[in-house]
């Protein structure tokens, strides 16, 4: 078994659709170098990990050459932990299955882990953040979309086939008027607890009442949930309607979620959490007025810690360690 303390770094990488960010980081969760490329300049993959590779060097030869790095992670759309690949990302470049971790542990020599956001942030979490000593406990991701990474036995389920943990697909209006979602179906968590879904919740309050608001000298197509913060900070009402509305959604949701795992907690990431208060108040009245009896008191509803700007990467990195 090798020694990890002579190899005491590892890279994370965040493969986002436009930009692909590598973090060199510690075993303290610090990150010792960092660099950037574009993801949607080389159209073909090979290209790409030569790319990422140059773009390397100066941040491995920073600490000391690679025989100081004991393995790399990757968080990316679609990314599947079993296989290493990612399979048909609809935000990335290349379509169809791109063997991630087989190229690049071929260019770099060290071994290399992938998996989708979400799972890499409840790992970033597990390891570097607020869930620190957790066995238990599942991430919400409130971005564009809503994501989440389950962690049961100190462990990130990924079930039987690498995609496990779908929670933002989860129907919670099965009504014909349940909003379409990108997946094909009506409903889901997603489209009501994201920042998109809080967009179109400011766009129905409006439209729904006569109430005077600062949210109605904004285009309405082009309206986002940090205006709505903004607008609750200098106590607008339909402002505070809209988290009020989006905070109940998404505790009850999570009362849900918690009779299938009995979490030790709940930890939100994301845009959205800049909300504070605005949202996480009505989310905990909601999740204690919904929560199974017998699991009154047990489950901690936590905000992440960690750097909006580093957790990806920091969340990617924690793979490499395992």
């Keep these: 078994m090798e020694n990890t303390v002579e190899k005491p770094y590892v890279i994370g990488l965040d493969m986002g659709g436009t930009n692909s960010v590598f973090g060199i980081v510690d075993q303290r969760g610090t990150i010792k170098a960092q660099t950037v490329i574009s993801t949607t300049a080389y159209p073909d993959f090979k ?3 030569k790319a990422s590779v140059e773009a390397l060097k100066p941040c491995i030869d920073l600490v000391g050459g690679i025989q100081n790095i004991r393995g790399m992670g990757v968080g990316a759309p679609n990314a599947n932990f079993y296989t290493g690949n990612i399979e048909n990302a609809a935000n990335l470049v290349w379509q169809g299955c791109v063997e991630v971790a087989a ?3 071929e260019a770099l020599g060290i071994p290399v882990r ?3 956001d979400a799972n890499a942030a409840a790992v970033g979490e597990m390891t570097y953040g607020v869930a620190r000593g957790m066995k238990h406990f599942i991430m919400i991701t409130l971005g564009t979309g809503v994501g989440s990474g389950i962690v049961i036995d100190g462990k990130v389920v990924y079930g039987s086939d690498g995609f ?3 929670l933002g697909h989860f129907v919670i209006d099965h009504t014909p008027a349940g909003r379409p979602c990108g997946c094909g179906r009506k409903g889901c968590l997603e489209c009501y607890c994201s920042a998109t879904g809080v967009a179109r919740t400011i766009r129905e309050v409006l439209a729904n009442s006569n109430e005077p608001s600062l949210l109605r000298d904004i ?3 082009k309206v986002t949930s940090y205006d709505a913060f903004v607008a609750a900070e200098k106590g607008d009402k339909l402002a505070l309607e809209v988290f009020d509305r989006t905070g109940r959604l998404l505790g009850t949701a999570c009362a849900d979620f918690t009779t299938f795992s009995t979490p030790e907690a709940f930890v939100f ?3 959205l959490t800049k909300a504070g208060e605005y949202l996480m108040k009505p989310l905990r009245e909601a999740f204690e007025q919904n929560i199974l009896r017998n699991f009154k008191g ?4 936590l905000v992440s810690a960690l750097n909006g700007s580093e957790a ?3 969340g990617a990195s924690a793979l490499g360690w395992e």
Excluded: H
Aim: no cysteine.
């Design 114 to 116: 992938v998996t989708n």
């Design 103 to 105: 190229s690049f542990e």
């Design 164 to 166: 496990a943990g779908e």
């Design 298 to 301: 047990q489950t901690k509803l």
């Design 47 to 49: 290209d790409y990990v």
């Design 269 to 271: 990431f994301g845009g």
């Design 312 to 314: 990806a990467v920091l």
């Design 219 to 221: 285009d309405p197509e």
